[in-house]
């Protein structure tokens, strides 16, 4: 399984969970140690993403996709703003 969450505007990987680990150096130099997952919810299926130290620069539109074993794929968009996301991500 691969999560990857990405900037809709600028495809700027925030935080990618690949080969059963997070891949911190894989982040986007922006997000790099701000960007990461709460890791007790991960084998519940849960990959929201926690983001410190917000900026008025991290306001936009969020991408999150999740790869399965089956080769499938599952895309949400989350609109930030001001901090916030406008909805709450629980699991796919």
């Known amino acids: ?10 495809d ?12 911190p150096e894989s982040q986007g130099d922006a997000y790099r140690g701000r960007a990461r997952f709460f890791s007790q919810e991960i084998p519940k299926g849960n990959f929201s993403l926690l983001l ?3 900026r008025t620069a991290d ?11 089956q080769e499938s794929q599952h895309e949400m968009l989350v609109p930030w703003i001001l ?3 406008s909805k709450e991500i629980t699991s796919f």
């Open 1 to 10: 399984m691969e999560v990857d969450w990405r900037r809709t505007d600028s």
């Open 12 to 23: 700027t990987i925030v935080h990618l969970f690949q080969g059963g680990q997070s891949r």
């Open 52 to 54: 410190e130290e917000v």
């Open 59 to 69: 306001a936009g539109v969020y991408k999150c996709v999740v790869y399965t074993e």
């Open 83 to 85: 901090g916030h996301a």
